[in-house]
C-alpha cells in the first residue's frame, strides 16, 4: 500500500482550484469572449473569420451548444500550439504590435464560456495538429499539462485555406444565452462595433454563414442611404506620456465627436431609437490600436449623463504604448484610466460635451415648439383652398428671414418625395433680433411661415404658457391664437402688393408689436 505524502503542497497554483476560480475572471459575456479569439485570428494574419454556433445534442427543451472560431491566418506548429494553450504562455508576450499582449486569451476566454476547448492548426493542409484542455480533467487532477499536440485531420471536412487554425468550444455551459438565434444577433452587434476598423479594411467575419456588418457608435458611416451624424468641430489631437513620471515614451491620442441628426430622427419610435442604438447609447468609444476596447461614461469630469446625450457620441483612438496610461486589462474589454490621463483630457472632452449638450437642448425645445403647432398647421392646410392664392411676389417676402429659418430649422427643408404628406403653413419659434415685433411671417419652399418671436412679453406671458400646457383646454386655446396669427400673416402677404401698402403694414405691425408690449410688460 503506498503511503500518503505529508508534505504539504507547496506549488506556485493549485490547478484544481485555480482552473475553476479563471472560469469567473474578467469577462463581460459571451461576445467579450469570441473577440479574443478573433484578435488571435486577426493577429495571425487572417482575412476570414467563421463562427458557428450550433446545437450538437439535444438534451431536454434547450440542447448542448458548441461554438467553433475557424480562420485563414497562418497557423502554428506543435510547439507553438502547445504554448498558446497555457495561461501566459504566448510566444508574443508583451508584444504591442498587434491585439494581444499576455498570452490569457485562447484558454482564459474559452474556459469562462465552455468544460472544453479543442484546437486544430495547420501550416500546410496535409499536416493538421490538435490539442485540448478540459476543465473536468484539469480539476480531477487527471490533467496537469497542456497535452502533446497530435497529428489529426480537420473535423470540418476539405480544408480550403491552406494554413489556418479552428478552436472549438464543447459543453458549453456558460454562454450567455441558450437560444442559437439569440446569440448570433448579440454577436453580431458586439464584434461589428469592436472590429469596425478591421471589417471597414477588408476583414471578413461571418456568424452561421451570415457576414457581420461594421457597426459605427459615431454613425459617420452608415449604409447607403441612410442619414449620418456630422462632425462636431475637428479631431482633438493629443500627445501623451506613457507614464505619469515622465520620460521619453509619448503616444498619440485623438478625440472625435458627432452630433446625431435630431431633426431628421427625433419623431422615430422608442423601438426605432432602440434599433438605431439612440435610446441609451451615450458614451465615449475607446479605441486602442483599431479595436474597441471599452465603452462607457470616461473623461466626462463632472458632466452627468442625460438622456439629451443620446443625441452625441465620442471616440478617443490610443496608441498601444499608452495600455498602463489607459489602464488596459488583459482581457481588453475594460480601462481604468490614471489620474494624469484623466486629467490630461477630462476638461476638453467635458467641455464639448456640455456644448453639444446645450446644443440639443435647444433643438429639442425649436422641434418641441414645432410640434406642438401641429394641429393649427393642418387646420390651416385643410383650409387653405378656400382662400385667395398668395401673390407671387410673397415668395420675395422676408428673403433673409427664410434663408435663417432654413439654417436654424432643417426640419423646413422640404425633400420632393415629401411634399404630399407636409402641411402649407408651419409655426415657428425664432428671435427675430433687431426687431420688436412679436411676429413676422416669410415663405420657406413653398411652405407659409409664421414665426413668432421668444424675446417679445406676448411670447413669454401668453403664448408660452398656453404652449407648455397639458390641458385640453388650453391646447385649444394655443391653436385658435396661432390660426389668428396665421390668419393675420397671410392677409397682410395677399394685401401687400406695392412699395406703399407694403411699408404701411410693416408701420402698422410694428406699432401694434410695441402697444401690445407695453400692455403686458409688468
Known sequence: MGTRSTQP?????????FILATRDSGYKGTA????????????????HVLIAVRVVQETGSEGELEVSVLDDGVGMDPFTLRQALRFGGSSRFDDRSGLGRYGMGLPNSSLSQARRVTVYTWQSPDDVYTSYLD??????????????????VLPIGECKSKSGTLVVWSRCDRLENRRVSTIVRKLADALGQTFRFFL?????????????????PLFLRQEPGQTTAELFGEPIEYEVRAAPEGGRKTGRVRVTFTELPLHEWHNLSNDEKRELRISKGAGVSIVRAGREVDYGWFFMGNKRRENYDDWFRCQVEFDAVLDEAFGITHTKQQIHPQQFLTDALSPDIEATAHALNARIRKSHAAIAASDRSVDSEQVATKRDHLLRPLPARAEQAGADLAVAL?????????RKEEEAKMSRYKFVEHDLKGSTDFFAYTVVDGRFVVVLNPSHPFFKKMYRPLADSDQPRDKALRSQLEL????ASRAAAVLG????LDEFLARFKKEWSDTLAAFLND
Request: aromatic residues 2%; without cysteine; hydrophobic residues 40%.
Open 484 to 487: 389668428v396669427l396665421m390668419a
Open 32 to 47: 467579450s469572449a469570441i473577440s479574443e479569439l478573433v484578435d488571435n485570428a486577426i493577429q495571425a494574419g487572417a482575412r
Open 135 to 152: 476543465v473536468d480533467e484539469i480539476a480531477s487532477g487527471d490533467m496537469d499539462e497542456v497535452p502533446t499536440p497530435r497529428r489529426t
Open 200 to 216: 471597414w479594411n477588408g476583414t471578413k467575419v461571418l456568424i452561421n454563414e451570415q457576414p457581420v456588418k461594421a457597426l459605427d
Open 497 to 500: 402688393t406695392g412699395k406703399a
Open 406 to 414: 432654413r439654417r436654424k430649422h432643417p426640419a423646413l427643408r422640404q
Open 9 to 17: 503542497d507547496s506549488s506556485i497554483i493549485a490547478l484544481d482550484k
